[in-house]
């Protein structure tokens, strides 16, 4: 497997563990490293699993591709995707483009975003009722 097709396999174990989650993946070439934009930028900072998923995937890409470097980054950060340097976007199921306000977490990590219905479609909302 290529230090690409890891990467890409890695971007959608995260969004199928996390629905609300876009990663954008580029490559540069020139210094080796390879670079997952996380949007909302909430769950970057999030304690509540995604920081053991992320940790994961970095421990495994350094064993498997010990000369290149792997970077997650969110809005805000130094770090832009440039065009020339793309390489894909994978989004979760139920990702909206906008950043999500009001999210709280609770002590016992779970999540709660104000207004949800607003950032579902109406179509998806039996989902979250199971």
Request: aromatic share 14%.
């Amino acid at each position: 497997m290529t230090s690409k097709k890891f990467v890409i396999n890695g971007m959608n174990k995260i969004v199928d563990s996390f629905p609300f989650v876009k990663c954008t993946y580029q490559f540069d070439r020139f210094s080796n490293l390879h670079s997952i934009e996380v949007l909302p930028e909430f769950y970057l900072n999030n304690p509540s699993g995604f920081s053991e998923l992320q940790h994961s995937i970095k421990r495994e890409f350094i064993s498997k591709f010990p000369y290149e470097r792997l970077s997650f980054f969110t809005n805000g950060n130094i770090i832009e995707i440039e065009s020339d340097n793309y390489i894909c976007s994978v989004s979760g199921k139920f990702y909206k483009n906008h950043d999500i306000k009001n999210v709280e977490l609770f002590p016992d990590n779970t999540t709660h975003i104000s207004n949800i219905d607003s950032l579902i479609d109406k179509e998806t909302n039996f989902a979250l009722a199971a």
